[in-house]
């Protein structure tokens, strides 16, 4: 057990905690919601509290009534680090805690041997083959936060030699309840963020082309790898002066895009001269994001880069990429950049005239265009345009 930790006599809670360590763990709280180095000093400072020897966040997964360690803190890390994996990798199947979590309500404090009870735990083999090989002897949790399926359990393990949990440190837990569980439910909010924007920046780097999300002066917000790539090349445009014609160029298509002078608008421009040894010029275009809420945001858009340097993209997966377009909706707006009219195209496509008007009105809408000549301006931005898919989609 940690030095610090301190257990008062009797069973009264109203000195559990003083004033200065109380806003000092609630400080550790907000802050653990979005870091994680915050999250584990908050950790270790609740086991010390509690005459912990470890804590830890688990994740309860009620689609398959699974539990698994995410996060915690010991004071022998290599004994964590196996306690973890030992648990999530087995002995969280046979954990009897699962017998009555369900009946301990969210922000109540549970014990093992007050909601289990002696009999269960001397014939458990997760007590006898798990638990005390890593001489712990009782465990105390709360449920703090669930979203969907999805719920976090904070628990505390105890050493043998100090017996089971007391009033005063179950006490600790109930005096900063509130805070714990809010904290717990910005955590997994941002944790849910976090995931969200992991799994936008793979599928960018997917992307063959350098893809960008910046502001009217071309400060950029989001790239992709190929888009950090296009910004460290020496003949990028926006790291040339501000005086230079293709900075210029650029920063007029970027500010149509934001909306900074009139209504936003895709619009492109081409960069450079295709050099000697067949690089350039780069065609940019860029894409109105959707207006974002709140007092002081600054206008972003989607700048696109297209040459012959970057891999060959189809016009139909790059309409569906960055606009969302159907398969449908692609091949009515190349139709429509043939030159076909939209009668014709709705004859080629074997749909009525009604269903392909319904299909322009929604590429407009997805497009943030308002007209059939400024659909077809866009596209001629497009380096790849007239290629076809392959497959014909």
Not at 210 to 218: S, T
Not at 252 to 266: F, T, Y
């Amino acid at each position: 057990m940690p030095a610090s930790a301190t257990h008062c006599p009797g069973t009264g809670t109203a000195d559990a905690l003083s004033s200065a360590a109380q806003i000092e763990l609630i400080a550790l709280l907000y802050e653990g919601a979005i870091s994680a180095r915050g999250w584990t000093d908050a950790l270790r400072r609740l086991a010390q509290l509690t005459g912990s020897a470890q804590s830890h966040l688990l994740v309860w997964d009620h689609r398959d009534n699974r539990f698994r360690i995410c996060e915690g803190f010991c004071d022998d890390p290599d004994a964590r680090l196996r306690f973890l994996t030992e648990y999530n990798a087995e002995f969280q199947t046979i954990d009897p805690s699962k017998l009555v979590a369900d009946r301990v309500a969210q922000g109540t404090v549970y014990q093992d041997h007050r909601n289990l009870g002696r009999f269960v735990i001397d014939k458990s083999p997760f007590y006898g083959d798990f638990f005390h090989r890593y001489g712990l002897h009782a465990n105390m949790a709360s449920r703090l936060a669930k979203h969907d399926d999805i719920e976090y359990v904070l628990s505390f393990q105890r050493e043998r030699l100090h017996g089971h949990y007391r009033p005063r440190d179950e006490a600790v837990l109930l005096e900063v309840m509130p805070h714990l569980i809010r904290a717990a439910r910005l955590r997994l909010e941002f944790s849910r963020l976090d995931d969200q924007a992991r799994l936008s920046a793979a599928a960018l780097d997917r992307l063959s082309f350098p893809v960008l999300v910046v502001d009217a002066a071309g400060a950029p917000a989001l790239c992709n790898s190929l888009g950090r790539t296009w910004l460290e090349t020496p003949d990028c445009a926006l790291r040339k002066s501000t005086q230079s014609p293709d900075r210029q160029r650029l920063v007029k298509v970027l500010r149509s895009a934001c909306g900074v002078e009139g209504r936003r608008r895709p619009s492109g421009v081409v960069l450079g001269r295709r050099g000697p040894d067949g690089t350039g010029p780069d065609h940019a275009l860029a894409i109105p994001l959707q207006e974002r809420d709140g007092a002081g945001t600054m206008p972003l858009c989607l700048l696109v880069i297209q040459g012959p340097r970057w891999a060959t993209v189809h016009l139909d997966g790059l309409l569906r990429d960055l606009f969302g377009l159907s398969p449908a909706e692609s091949r009515l707006a190349r139709l429509l950049f043939e030159e076909h009219s939209i009668q014709d195209a709705a004859e080629r496509v074997s749909v009525s005239i009604a269903t392909a008007r319904t299909q322009l009105k929604s590429i407009f809408a997805k497009t943030q265009l308002r007209r059939q000549t400024e659909l077809i301006r866009l596209l001629s931005r497009l380096s790849v345009v007239g290629q076809r898919d392959p497959a014909g989609r």
